[in-house]
């Protein structure tokens, strides 16, 4: 079992940075990959950026120049580095972990605003 608590969240103004934090416990060992969804009003849920154990990224192509994804080598905490923010990055985003034997474990998510 790996337990995932998401943080950093807020209101922020367009242009403007954040730092999202996933702390994960539990099973730490046995996570493969970890990565950022986000869900919108009205949308589905989906993929912002993910990260390997081997520090291999990849990010939505709306995020791509904008945000950072980055962990300490253990997987125990996972960042999401938020600049140059706009509207429509408004959602809940959800910490996701994803096991060798591809269990996925996801945060309770922390809601992200952008609005003047």
């Known amino acids: 079992q790996v337990q995932l608590m998401e943080s950093g969240g807020g209101l922020v103004q367009p242009g403007g940075s954040l730092r999202l934090s996933c702390a994960a416990s539990g099973s730490i060992f046995s996570i493969k990959v970890m990565g950022w969804y986000r869900q919108a009003p009205g949308k589905e849920r989906e993929l912002v950026a993910r990260?390997?154990?081997?520090?291999?990224?990849t990010y939505a192509d709306s995020v791509k120049g904008r945000f950072t994804i980055s962990t300490d080598n253990a997987m125990n905490t996972v960042y999401l580095q938020m600049n140059s923010l706009k509207p429509e990055d408004t959602a809940v985003y959800y910490c996701?972990?994803?096991?060798?034997?591809?269990?996925?474990?996801w945060g309770r998510g922390t809601q992200v605003t952008v609005s003047s």
């Open positions: 990260i390997t154990r081997a520090d291999s990224t």
């Open positions: 996701n972990a994803q096991t060798y034997v591809n269990d996925r474990y």
